[in-house]
């Protein structure tokens, strides 16, 4: 084992000018004129699995963005553990706010600026490196490994259901593996066991067939981006409680002992606010910060447009008026139940005068597994030997539909072991990685392969393949 850390952290240089090389591809999912980046960013990936020793590394096309696939299964009686990451990053804008143009990735003060640096090229990349590393110092991996590398994680992964489904037992695991979630604190490293949902709407608000001189109709029609204000507005009540009927029926309450572990992870509010520059904390009356973000549904406008928005001033009655708003879901809503609620009484509050149409763009599942599971505890001794710090379990707020499905559909329970930090700027301008975290979080992959490999060392009746095998099942 301490060959392959030292191989690691002799190879820190080789392994940083990789990832810049990966992360100076512009991979936006949601942009149409970035398909061909999106190609070549499914190529790397191809290129380096095969250069760490998988012996089969493919891409497979979809409707949509390439899905990467790769596997070494040498380790014959041993677990297989599935790797699950994406490639693609999210859009730039607005450009101006970046120190440095987001795909010319650069290093200053120990940490990597670039689009995707954290989120999740740069974490994703720790266990292709640490199979790389155990191959050129051992010329085996304690596990068997597959790496699942989809295109399409930040548009709601359009097609990996289907490809799951069709690709079932290439796919079959005995534990999924993902790096796309944040440390605690810096020197703090976490598991994460919960995942909020997600239900994304875009509503169109249509009032006349033309737009309209405000003065020679103000006051005589509905104006659309009235009334959808009006709408939006209506959907929270003074509580910061959501007031769609039947919104909150099938959410989970919070048990006392999670709250109670949740008070007792080190957060402060103070600095939570400090660090985003909020003059004040708000949200659903009742619940503290953690509980609101990881435990509690939310709804948000994420972006609104209508008539005149140029500069200086224009007298007009817009005839359209746009929003999406995302829905954050925690067990056991669905995505498509909470839509259709959210849909249904937008359409009741719209006043008669204006069309509305609400269109569902995606959605995903909200996702929580048992803290205690062995494969949980696992990662959890790995990251303790890497970070030389027991983790702390928490849950996110974030969503990553996928997971939920690899439940569903691989009968697989997940470990996320994120190296991001919270101040890593995702989505945002200037996204950075530590140095740190990416060193340290190869560190992690390497010794949570070992961990995953003792699971599993008892020899099981019907082995006939390392691949087949389950371990860490309660049942
Ligand atoms: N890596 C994030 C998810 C995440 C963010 C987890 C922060 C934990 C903390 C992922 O890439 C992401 O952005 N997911 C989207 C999903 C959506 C586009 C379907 C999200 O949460 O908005
Ligand atoms: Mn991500
Ligand atoms: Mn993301």
Same mark, same amino acid.
């Given at each position: 084992?301490?060959?392959?850390?030292?191989?690691?952290?002799?190879? =820190?240089?080789?392994?940083l000018?990789?990832?810049?090389?990966?992360?100076?591809?512009? $991979? !936006?999912?949601?942009?149409?004129?970035?398909?061909?980046?999106?190609?070549?960013?499914?190529?790397?990936? =191809?290129?380096?699995?095969?250069?760490?020793? %998988?012996?089969?590394?493919?891409?497979?096309?979809?409707?949509?963005?390439p899905?990467?696939?790769?596997?070494?299964?040498?380790?014959?009686?041993?677990?297989?553990? #599935?790797?699950?990451?994406?490639?693609?990053? =999210? @859009?730039?804008? @607005?450009?101006?706010?970046?120190?440095?143009?987001?795909?010319?990735?650069? !290093?200053? =003060?120990?940490?990597?600026?670039?689009?995707?640096?954290?989120?999740?090229?740069?974490?994703?990349?720790?266990?292709?490196?640490?199979?790389g590393?155990?191959?050129?110092? &051992?010329?085996? %991996?304690?596990?068997?490994?597959?790496?699942?590398?989809?295109?399409?994680?930040?548009?709601?992964?359009?097609?990996?259901? &289907?490809?799951?489904?069709?690709?079932?037992?290439?796919?079959? %695991?005995?534990?999924?593996?993902?790096?796309?979630? $944040?440390?605690?604190?810096?020197?703090?490293?976490?598991? &994460?066991?919960g995942?909020?949902?997600?239900?994304?709407?875009?509503?169109?608000? !249509?009032?006349?067939?033309?737009?309209?001189?405000?003065?020679?109709f103000?006051?005589?029609? !509905?104006?659309?981006?009235?009334?959808?204000?009006?709408?939006?507005?209506?959907?929270?009540?003074a509580?910061?409680?959501?007031?769609?009927?039947?919104?909150?029926?099938?959410?989970?309450?919070?048990?006392?002992?999670?709250?109670?572990?949740?008070?007792?992870?080190?957060?402060?509010?103070?600095?939570?606010?400090?660090?985003?520059?909020?003059?004040?904390l708000?949200?659903?009356?009742?619940?503290?910060?953690?509980?609101?973000?990881?435990?509690?549904?939310? *709804?948000?406008?994420n972006?609104?447009? $209508?008539?005149?928005?140029?500069?200086?001033?224009? +007298?007009?009655? @817009?005839?359209?008026?746009?929003?999406?708003? /995302?829905?954050? *879901?925690?067990?056991?809503? +669905?995505?498509?139940?909470?839509?259709?609620?959210?849909?249904?009484?937008?359409k009741?509050?719209?006043?008669?005068?204006?069309?509305?149409?609400?269109?569902?763009?995606?959605?995903?599942d909200?996702?929580? &597994? @048992?803290?205690?599971?062995?494969?949980?505890?696992?990662?959890g001794?790995?990251?303790?030997?890497?970070?030389?710090?027991?983790?702390?379990?928490?849950?996110?707020?974030?969503?990553?539909?996928?997971?939920?499905?690899f439940?569903?559909? #691989?009968?697989?329970?997940?470990? #996320?072991?994120g190296?991001?930090?919270?101040?890593?700027?995702?989505?945002?301008?200037?996204?950075?990685?530590?140095?740190?975290?990416?060193?340290?979080?190869?560190?992690a $992959?390497?010794?949570?392969?070992?961990? #995953?490999?003792?699971?599993?060392?008892?020899?099981?009746?019907? /082995?006939?393949?390392?691949?087949?095998?389950?371990?860490?099942?309660?049942?």
């Open positions: 084992m301490s060959a392959v850390i030292k191989y690691l952290k002799r190879n =820190q240089k080789t392994h000018n990789q990832l810049l090389e990966l992360l100076a591809i512009p $991979s !936006v999912s949601t942009d149409v004129k970035r398909k061909p980046a999106m190609k070549k960013a499914a190529t790397w990936m =191809q290129k380096r699995l095969k250069a760490v020793g %998988c012996t089969t590394a493919k891409i497979h096309a979809t409707p949509g963005h899905i990467v696939y790769g596997e070494w299964l040498g380790a014959e009686g041993r677990p297989t553990i #599935l790797v699950y990451g994406h490639y693609d990053v =999210q @859009p730039v804008d @607005p450009l101006k706010l970046w120190k440095i143009p987001p795909f010319e990735p650069t !290093v200053k =003060q120990g940490k990597i600026f670039a689009r995707g640096a954290s989120d999740d090229k740069g974490q994703l990349i720790t266990h292709v490196n640490a199979l590393a155990y191959i050129a110092e &051992t010329g085996e %991996c304690p596990v068997n490994i597959k790496f699942l590398i989809e295109g399409e994680e930040e548009i709601g992964s359009p097609n990996l259901e &289907t490809f799951i489904k069709k690709n079932r037992s290439m796919l079959a %695991c005995d534990a999924v593996v993902v790096s796309d979630t $944040s440390m605690f604190d810096k020197g703090l490293p976490a598991i &994460t066991y995942l909020r949902g997600l239900a994304y709407l875009q509503i169109d608000v !249509v009032g006349t067939d033309r737009d309209l001189h405000s003065g020679s103000g006051g005589s029609v !509905v104006n659309p981006a009235n009334a959808l204000v009006g709408m939006l507005a209506a959907l929270k009540d509580n910061g409680r959501i007031s769609v009927p039947g919104f909150y029926d099938r959410v989970k309450r919070l048990s006392v002992v999670e709250r109670r572990a949740f008070a007792e992870l080190p957060h402060s509010d103070r600095r939570f606010k400090q660090e985003i520059d909020a003059p004040e708000q949200g659903e009356s009742g619940y503290t910060t953690l509980e609101r973000i990881w435990g509690r549904p939310s *709804l948000d406008i972006g609104i447009w $209508s008539g005149f928005t140029g500069e200086g001033a224009k +007298t007009v009655i @817009p005839a359209e008026a746009h929003a999406k708003i /995302s829905m954050r *879901l925690v067990p056991d809503q +669905t995505p498509k139940e909470i839509a259709r609620q959210v849909s249904h009484y937008l009741k509050l719209a006043p008669k005068s204006v069309k509305v149409t609400v269109n569902d763009l995606h959605g995903g909200a996702w929580v &597994t @048992p803290r205690e599971h062995p494969v949980l505890v696992a990662a001794k790995a990251l303790e030997r890497a970070f030389s710090k027991a983790p702390v379990y928490i849950r996110e707020g974030g969503s990553i539909p996928v997971i939920a499905t439940d569903k559909l #691989l009968k697989a329970p997940t470990a #996320l072991v190296f991001g930090l919270n101040d890593d700027n995702l989505h945002a301008p200037n996204e950075k990685f530590d140095l740190d975290c990416f060193y340290k979080g190869m560190e $992959s390497a010794y949570l392969m070992e961990e #995953l490999a003792e699971l599993n060392s008892k020899p099981s009746k019907n /082995s006939s393949g390392g691949a087949r095998k389950r371990v860490g099942r309660t049942k």
